[in-house]
């Protein structure tokens, strides 16, 4: 008989090799999606003009209010500038990454999709949240990165290697907590049947993200941070890459992270119990 020590060894390895089989699976659906761009460039060149007329329209706002004023409530024209290129990258990664399979989910459920999926051996979760990939939406991810630097540039702030690292974490913990929203809110197929609304009032909600926090309300910051946390992935890296911000915002960001992927998780288990095929 195997010891505790062993078997403990034993179930640690496969779930190691659980986690890498997920990650190479992972890798192929990006070449795959790499592959699929390749023989649709049009697609890639109408991604990016559309990303280009969206970032130029997202700015125009900002040069319009700052044209009367240089600083709106602490904040000067670059930083919201700034700001704009945060928001281009975050909202081309979820374009690239989130969308185009959160969009599938009422697909998956109501024409038994998801029956096949729960036969592969990785984890079905993974599988309906990731498999999917727009590389096009890249270029918005690559535009977002031009206008984030100009801005800081403009603003001559020179972040030092602490406060990138405080900015990244967050805008990653701001990446996977609008995730975890939006999957809690598509996984509602499960008992709503359809959902493909709510992708449209996610990325309407996502909208206010583009504006720095504090032109809220209070009541609307607080729903920002916590109920719908796009604060974290817009606001509070530009305030970190001014070095407004401490490493209590990125302790409360992945605390929250944390807490969100477990109820999202949750969901999804809890939805799984009440499926039944639609094939059957």
């Known amino acids: 008989m195997k010891t505790y020590a062993e078997e403990r060894r ?22 795959q999606a790499v592959v699929r761009e390749t023989h ?3 697609h890639f060149l109408t991604t990016l003009l559309v990303g280009l007329v969206q970032l130029g329209l997202g700015i125009v706002p900002t040069l319009l209010l700052f044209g009367f004023t240089s600083e709106v409530h602490g904040w000067s024209r670059a930083e919201v500038i700034a700001l704009v290129g945060v928001f281009q990258i975050i909202t081309g990664l979820i374009a690239t990454f989130v969308a185009p399979n959160l969009n599938r989910m009422t ?8 029956d096949g999926v729960l036969l592969r051996p990785v984890s079905s979760q993974f599988y309906l949240t990731l498999r999917w990939i727009n590389v096009a939406e890249l270029t918005n991810v ?9 801005g800081l540039v403009q603003s001559d702030l020179r972040p030092g290697f602490g406060q990138v690292v405080q900015a990244v974490v967050l805008a990653g913990c701001g990446l996977v907590l609008l995730t975890a929203v ?20 996610f990325l309407s909600m996502v909208e206010a993200g583009r504006y720095p926090l504090v032109f809220f309300p209070v009541a609307v910051r607080t729903f920002l941070t916590f109920a719908f946390p796009v604060a974290f992935a817009t606001t509070f890296p530009v305030r970190a890459l001014a070095g407004d911000l401490g ?11 944390v807490v969100a992927m477990t109820l999202v998780r949750l969901v999804w288990r809890r939805g799984l119990l009440t ?3 639609a094939s059957s």
Do not use: C, K
């Open 182 to 201: 939006w999957s809690a809110m598509s996984f509602l197929a499960f008992w709503l049947q359809s959902v493909n609304p709510i992708g449209v009032v």
């Open 10 to 31: 034993s179930l640690d390895r496969n779930r190691l090799q659980m986690q890498w089989r997920h990650v190479r699976l992972w890798r192929r659906f990006f070449a």
């Open 247 to 257: 490493w209590g915002p990125v302790g409360l960001g992945l605390g929250l992270a």
């Open 142 to 150: 690559a535009s977002g990165i031009v206008v984030l630097v100009i």
């Open 40 to 42: 649709y460039r049009a």
């Open 107 to 114: 697909t998956y459920l109501t024409e038994g999709e998801l």
């Open 275 to 277: 499926y039944s095929s």
